[in-house]
């Protein structure tokens, strides 16, 4: 999962919690930063991780089922609006699949919300992203920056 030396400069943790459930083991982590133009140019705004290490392999592929069907965005506080286009992360794990979103604020600033699950052998991983559009996607041609990539691969990493 996401630690605090992984989110940098002016997060805050909000949750770090642990538990089992009918998948298995499981541990949770939430940071955010606040919404000025100053933070928000430091990388996302929101940063959610939750990671199982399953009971054996089908049951993990089983989760990653359920968590890759998941709409809407369970992790957001955020209103989601439609669709971010142009965006192809880099997919990490066995299995992988990933959902997105965007939500234009009064002050006509685009934020995107997105939502990662990976598996690699009994471990699944989700990760969900929310920050300014200009840190995920280029200003100028609005394809995938590659800066979302660091956090899923921090989690990949570890799994």
Do not use: C
């Amino acid at each position: 999962m996401l630690t605090f030396a992984d989110v940098g400069k002016e997060a805050t943790p909000y949750k770090d919690e642990s538990g089992t459930d009918k998948y298995g083991k499981w541990a949770l982590t939430r940071f955010e930063r606040d919404r000025s133009n100053g933070a928000s140019a430091l990388g996302p705004n929101v940063m959610h991780s939750k990671v199982w290490v399953a009971k054996d392999l089908e049951t993990a592929k089983g989760l990653f089922k359920d968590e890759s069907a998941k709409k809407g965005f369970p992790e957001r506080t955020e209103s989601a609006q439609g669709t971010v286009e142009k965006i192809k992360p880099t997919k990490f794990g066995e299995e992988f699949s990933f959902d997105s979103a965007f939500y234009q604020d009064g002050d006509d600033k685009v934020w995107q919300h997105y939502r990662f699950v990976m598996r690699v052998g009994n471990v699944v991983a989700v990760v969900y992203l929310y920050g300014r559009e200009e840190f995920f996607q280029d200003k100028k041609d609005h394809t995938w920056t590659g800066q979302g990539d660091w956090f899923t691969s921090a989690v990949f990493h570890r799994m």
